[in-house]
């Protein structure tokens, strides 16, 4: 493994360390799904989103991996697809807003437990680092992937780490 490419992994396992700490005070209970987190948002629909994106990313690696081309959607009829084939929005699509998406998958992960969700996110962040160990020095760089992973795990870990913080401020458990 390059020393770059170490170096890389080291970093993203020290901000999924914080990650997973912080979500640790919280504690995987019923504070996990109390909305208000970030706007109407509780962790669990946090952890959703967060799920989306490493899906996303993990998928596209895997077909980097296996030489396959993937093409932002450029109509909706191609982004119904995509969501309906991966099971998340085409991130990567010109015709995304911000909100959408992320709506979509907080209300596709409603009604899915705290367990499942946790599991599910658990999974796709180890594929991520899976992959990310198989591929070749050349592939990384030629697709700019350092960056693309850091956008959908680690720099969204430290953008989510925020709120959450700042949310277990103002909920502390008492201790008597």
């Known amino acids: 493994m390059s020393a770059v490419k170490k170096q890389f ?10 990650f997973e700490l912080t979500l640790n005070r919280v504690g995987y209970s019923r504070r996990m799904t109390l909305k208000g987190v970030t706007g109407k948002w509780s962790i669990k629909d946090i952890l959703a989103h967060i ?4 899906l996303y990313i993990a998928d596209r ?3 980097i991996l296996h030489e396959q081309e993937y093409v932002p959607c450029k109509t909706q009829s191609a982004l119904d697809a ?5 099971g998340y929005p085409d991130f990567g699509s010109p015709l995304l807003g911000d909100d959408a998406p992320n709506a979509w998958v907080v209300e596709k992960y409603k009604n899915v ?7 599910q996110e658990i999974q796709a962040f180890a594929s991520i680092v899976t992959m990310l160990e198989k591929m070749p020095q050349k592939l990384i760089a030629q697709h700019n992937l350092f960056d693309r992973i850091a956008n959908n795990t680690s720099k969204h870990y430290r953008e ?5 913080r700042q949310w277990l401020k103002t909920h502390a458990v008492r201790q008597d």
Do not use: T
Request: glycine letters at 0%; a negative charge; aromatic letters at 8%.
């Open 9 to 18: 992994i080291d970093k993203l396992m020290r901000e999924r360390d914080k």
């Open 51 to 54: 799920l989306a994106y490493e």
């Open 61 to 63: 690696m895997n077909e």
């Open 82 to 86: 995509f969501r309906e084939e991966f």
């Open 113 to 119: 437990s705290l367990e499942d969700v946790v599991a």
């Open 160 to 164: 989510h780490l925020r709120d959450i």
